[in-house]
């Protein structure tokens, strides 16, 4: 709703509590135990931006959200609302909606590309130490460096295949590269695929600039992505959502102070992108969250504990809504305590008391004014929201997804070719190279064995012939002459015989 003074009415106590859509940019926070009301918190603020003409994008974590598509109706808690706040020109409606799913299953596709997250993201997604993530931006200089597209997991994991069997080749151009790494990284590749990561890698990749659209009548689309799926892989979730604002920050050029922001971005369990985040992550978080407002986008983070969000981030967050916490533990007094600590204080209140005391729907809210200094922290219930407070049905959405202006576009994936496709060619190319010159050395070898073969025969053969003319000849001559010896001696010894039994000579018979 917009206030007498043209500002964006969020809350009333003894005054109105507006925020200055020349201050949105400036980000906020939205904090506060589970149950305390921040997800009325975050409809309300999409629906004072929408209503201005501001697009938003948002998370839906429990489900809840899909209700703000549609015009919401009376009942008797927001009827007594309206009136203990005396809020005048409200009315129910609806506002425009575009629904996004990692999964493509509540939404359209949201993907990227594996070269557009960039090894810093990647490294972050897959819980990489200091070494593997170095190995991994070697991974990605050399494909680079060779004109090589990674585009989906496959690509990452036959570039990683290739540069492990060739490491030797680059180590004296990139450095070392540890087979360990390459063996880590490809294990967690592995268990991306498990965590069905593999669905966001693909094309065609998100166009950021779909995200900041309005309708015909001036009103800005509230982009939902359907998260309660995808909550169950947080560090998915998490590197999904840091990405997509790392993009706002690369893409959209500088406009310095603008009358409202060009879009709004709402980051929910904003715990999740800080839990064990590496240095130089949440230094890369906190750049993008100081410059990105002279891109003309504001950023809010919803958490429970203000102490999630760490100190060099949490400062720059000058619009708070600050709903109930319960301090039942040393971290939740500590969370209480820096809670009051982050307002500008209120002579009459008591910050860190009221903190606890706060009721369903109620906050302290504290707003920037118009020079950008936080006002003073009052103590306020939250408007109602405009539309349904609750999910739609799955035929409803079904029906905006149908008649979305974006409906088509990214439904079908697009698999051109790229590192895998290129590198598996090369493959190929190499094993029926190796392959041909194995069947040549063969052939070689085995034409070299017949020729020794057939010398071998050869020259048996010729031994042969000649020991079987000799042999023949040596028969022959062996025959004739003992025949010859044979009939000599034969007559020799009969008439030796014969004389000497018959008589000698002249002892004749006859």
């Not at 390459?182 to 991306?192: D, H, K, P, S, V």
């Not at 969000?309 to 939740?332: W, Y």
Request: proline share 4%; charged share 25%; aromatic share 6%.
């Amino acid at each position: 709703m917009i206030s007498s003074e043209g500002k964006l009415l969020i809350a009333k106590s003894g005054i109105e509590l507006a925020m200055n859509p020349r201050m949105a940019n400036r980000h906020g926070l939205i904090a506060g135990a589970t149950g305390t009301g921040k997800t009325v918190s975050l409809q309300v603020l999409a629906e004072a931006f929408s209503s201005i003409g501001v697009p938003v994008f948002m998370s839906d974590i429990k489900g809840d959200l899909s209700g703000v598509s549609k015009t919401g109706v009376d009942n008797q808690r927001i009827t007594d609302r309206i009136t203990q706040l005396k809020i005048d020109g409200y009315s129910h409606r609806s506002f425009p909606v575009t629904f996004w799913d990692l999964y493509g299953e509540q939404g359209h596709p949201l993907r990227t590309t594996i070269s557009e997250i960039g090894p810093l993201l990647l490294s972050r997604l897959m819980n990489l130490n200091d070494i593997q993530s170095s190995v991994l931006t070697l991974v990605f200089r050399i494909a680079d460096d060779n004109h090589l597209l990674l585009l989906d997991l496959k690509d990452l994991q036959k570039m990683c295949e290739y540069v492990g069997n060739n490491r030797e080749q680059f180590t004296t151009t990139y450095g070392n590269i540890s087979a360990a790494s390459i063996g880590a990284i490809q294990r967690e590749l592995i268990g991306l695929e498990e965590q069905n990561a593999d669905k966001f890698f693909r094309e065609p990749a998100i166009d950021i600039y779909d995200f900041m659209q309005t309708d015909s009548n001036g009103m800005g689309v509230i982009n939902i992505l359907a998260a309660d799926k995808l909550m169950m892989a947080p560090r998915t979730y998490s590197t999904l959502l840091l990405y997509l604002m790392s993009e706002l920050f690369e893409k959209l050029p500088e406009v310095g102070d603008v009358d409202k922001p060009k879009l709004v971005f709402f980051f929910d369990e904003a715990h999740l992108l800080f839990n064990d985040a590496p240095k130089v992550l949440i230094e890369k978080i906190e750049q993008v969250v100081r410059l990105i407002r002279s891109k003309g986008v504001g950023i809010y983070f919803i958490t429970q504990n203000p102490i999630d969000v760490p100190d060099t981030i949490l400062g720059q967050l000058g619009n708070k809504i600050q709903h109930a916490l319960r301090a039942f533990t040393p971290r939740d007094q500590k969370a209480v305590k820096t809670a009051a600590e982050t307002f500008r204080p209120n002579p009459e209140l008591n910050v860190e008391q009221v903190i606890s005391e706060l009721g369903v729907g109620e906050a302290l809210v504290s707003f920037l004014d118009e020079k950008g200094i936080p006002a003073m922290v009052e103590r306020a219930k939250i408007l109602p929201p405009q539309a349904q407070i609750g999910p739609i049905t799955p035929e409803e959405r079904a029906s905006i997804i149908r008649n979305s202006v974006i409906a088509g576009v990214y439904e079908k994936e697009v698999d051109r070719e790229s590192a895998f496709e290129i590198l598996q060619a090369r493959i190929s190319d190499h094993n029926r190279q190796v392959e041909d010159e194995q069947q040549r050395n063969l052939l070689a070898k085995q034409q070299a064995e017949q020729a020794k073969i057939q010398a071998r025969e050869e020259k048996e053969n010729a031994r042969n012939a000649g020991s079987g003319l000799f042999g023949d000849l040596t028969k022959v001559v062996g025959r004739t002459v003992t025949q010859q010896v044979g009939s000599q001696l034969g007559r020799a010894l009969v008439r030796g015989l014969l004389g000497g039994f018959l008589g000698g000579k002249g002892n004749k018979l006859f």
